[in-house]
């Protein structure tokens, strides 16, 4: 049951449309989501834009990087879950960790030493974006990358710090991926810059309602991760949420922890989803969440030495009906026109129709990346099948 719950809440059982998704279907992903987490990995695609082409199946990304870049700007990029891209309504509920980074607080250690040290040089960096912007920290002469904190330059982290304080954001990003910055008044609605800040603890209250509807059912650390709040921001507020009538404490089978449904959360009769899941996916980014759920143990390797690597480098877990069946290590080899299927592995569970619904799936994601055909290699229990249905 709470399995179904989870993945209504996630959209996985919205009818997909019968032809070419438009800004409003991505629009109601987002309503479902609250969120797309942004990762610079690229072994397949973007992380953001994975979770919209699990749900709709093939989209123009166009329609993310228009809502993300151009007017009247519909998302904004900022740290949630972690660096995040968001609808902009959300901002105003942000204000409250922008305001702590300023004083230093909730941001890397030597971000914040940075801060208190370099305010003169942070000056000149803003200075540089009100007469420059949109600017990325690499047209800063003489501030290129030289092996500082992280190999960041001083320009590198005095954008970084004015970004979490706030006084920037994301204007767009280059093909390479980098950060043009730019003032806030000069990209976001002027609407929602003129909202009325909240309080902490309504910005909190608030974060954890949307967190609520995003999971449907959830325990309190599900709820609290998912825009990484810490124990203390959340003390009182699931109770007050509780009194509201937002959310209901519930009993799940198998939690040891106690769980929260929110009030709009549906119980579908059956889920017959069939995605596949990038490794920042919301429905399992928290991975114990994952294994209550799905009986899932997953855990991304990409920094785990290849020859101790489980199941491979980039790993997608397999959706099927209201399972994860399967898990398959991928790699879009975009100069040579093909989606590698560098290992495949069932779970127990899997029925005997996986591969032929993994090969679908897969046929589909090439098409939408843009490469002509699949290949399978010959790693893992489930890349027999694979392989002979060819791509």
Do not use: C
Not at 65 to 75: D, V
Not at 167 to 196: C, G, K, M, N, Q
Request: no cysteine; proline share 7%.
């Amino acid at each position: 049951m709470a399995r179904r719950i989870a993945l209504a809440a996630q959209g996985f059982t919205d009818r997909r449309t019968a032809g070419e998704p438009e800004r409003r279907h991505l629009k109601r992903i987002l309503q479902r989501t609250g969120l797309f987490q942004i990762d610079s990995v690229n072994v397949v695609a973007r992380a953001h834009y994975m979770p919209a082409f699990s749900r709709l199946g093939p989209y123009s990304t166009r329609l993310l990087e228009s809502a993300a870049s151009r007017r009247p700007r519909a998302l904004f990029e900022y740290w949630a879950h972690e660096a995040s891209l968001l609808p902009v309504e959300t901002q105003p509920l942000m204000r409250w960790r922008m305001a702590r980074a300023e004083a230093g607080q909730g941001i890397y250690r030597r971000l914040a030493e940075f801060g208190r040290e370099k305010q003169s040089f942070i000056k000149e960096i803003y200075d540089e974006v009100v007469q420059r912007g949109p600017i990325a920290a690499s047209d800063i002469d003489g501030h290129s990358g030289t092996g500082g904190w992280w190999g960041w330059s001083d320009a590198k982290h005095a954008f970084e710090w004015l970004f979490w304080a706030g006084h920037i954001t994301t204007h767009s990003r280059r093909p390479s991926f980098e950060r043009l910055y730019d003032l806030p008044e000069r990209v976001l609605p002027a609407s929602v810059l003129a909202a009325p800040t909240p309080s902490p603890v309504d910005a909190h209250r608030a974060l954890l309602a949307i967190s609520a509807r995003a999971l449907g059912i959830a325990t309190g650390g599900d709820l609290r991760d998912y825009f990484r709040l810490s124990p203390t921001d959340i003390a009182g507020r699931l109770e007050e949420l509780v009194e509201e009538g937002e959310i209901e404490p519930v009993a799940v089978k198998g939690w040891k922890q106690p769980a929260y449904l929110h009030r709009d959360a549906r119980l579908p009769r059956k889920v017959e989803a069939r995605a596949l899941l990038a490794p920042f996916d919301p429905l399992i980014w928290e991975r114990s969440r994952a294994e209550r759920l799905f009986g899932f143990h997953y855990r991304i390797e990409i920094y785990t030495p290849a020859e101790k690597r489980m199941h491979g480098y980039y790993v997608l877990p397999f959706l099927l009906g209201d399972r994860i069946v399967a898990r398959v290590d991928l790699k879009a080899d975009r100069q040579a026109g093909v989606l590698r299927v560098q290992a495949a592995h069932p779970e127990d569970h899997a029925p005997p129709h996986t591969a032929e619904e993994i090969m679908a799936e897969l046929r589909s994601m090439a098409g939408w990346l843009g490469l002509a055909r699949v290949e399978v290699m010959p790693a893992g229990d489930l890349a027999p099948a694979l392989a002979q249905m060819r791509g």
